[in-house]
C-alpha cells in the first residue's frame, strides 16, 4: 500500500521560505494526485493545495495564492510545496496525502486516504 512521509518543515522567520517534500515509500506518487495540508493548534484540518496525476490541474487556498507553489518532481517521485512571503499564520503542521479521487476546488480532507504524519512549520521571529 501506498505510504507517504513529508519532510522539510522548520523554524523560519516572517517573509522567509521553506521548501516541503512529499515522498513516496514504496510506490510511485505519479498515479495519484495529492493534496497538502495544515493543522494550526486549535483548529481544523485545511486544505492548502492539490495537483492531479499530469500536473496539468492545481489548486490553491486563497490564503497561499501567490505565496506558495505546488509541483511534482518526476526525478525524485515527490511532490513539493515550495512556501514563500511566510507569515505567522502558516503556523502549522503540514500533511501531504494522497487521493484516488481528483484535485478538486474544495481541496478538502475528506477527499484524501493515504496520510503521512506531518512535518511542523513555524513562522515566528
Known amino acids: 500500500q501506498l505510504q507517504v512521509v513529508e519532510s522539510g518543515g522548520g523554524l523560519v522567520q516572517p517573509g522567509g521560505s521553506l521548501r516541503l517534500s512529499c515522498a513516496a515509500s514504496?510506490?510511485?506518487?505519479?498515479?495519484?494526485?495529492i493534496g497538502w495540508f495544515r493543522q494550526a493548534p486549535g483548529k481544523e484540518r485545511e486544505g492548502i493545495s492539490c495537483?492531479?496525476?499530469?500536473?496539468?490541474?492545481?489548486n490553491y487556498a486563497d490564503s497561499v495564492k501567490g505565496r506558495f507553489t505546488i509541483s511534482r518532481d518526476g526525478a525524485t517521485n515527490t511532490v513539493v510545496l515550495q512556501m514563500n512571503n511566510l507569515k505567522p499564520e502558516d503556523t502549522g503542521v503540514y500533511y501531504c496525502?494522497?487521493?484516488?479521487?481528483?484535485?478538486?476546488?474544495?481541496?478538502?480532507?475528506?477527499?484524501?486516504?493515504?496520510w503521512g504524519r506531518g512535518t511542523q512549520v513555524t513562522v515566528a521571529s
Open positions: 496525502a494522497a487521493t484516488l479521487y481528483y484535485c478538486s476546488s474544495s481541496i478538502s480532507p475528506n477527499d484524501y486516504d493515504i
Open positions: 514504496v510506490y510511485s506518487l505519479d498515479g495519484y494526485p
Open positions: 495537483i492531479n496525476t499530469n500536473s496539468r490541474i492545481i
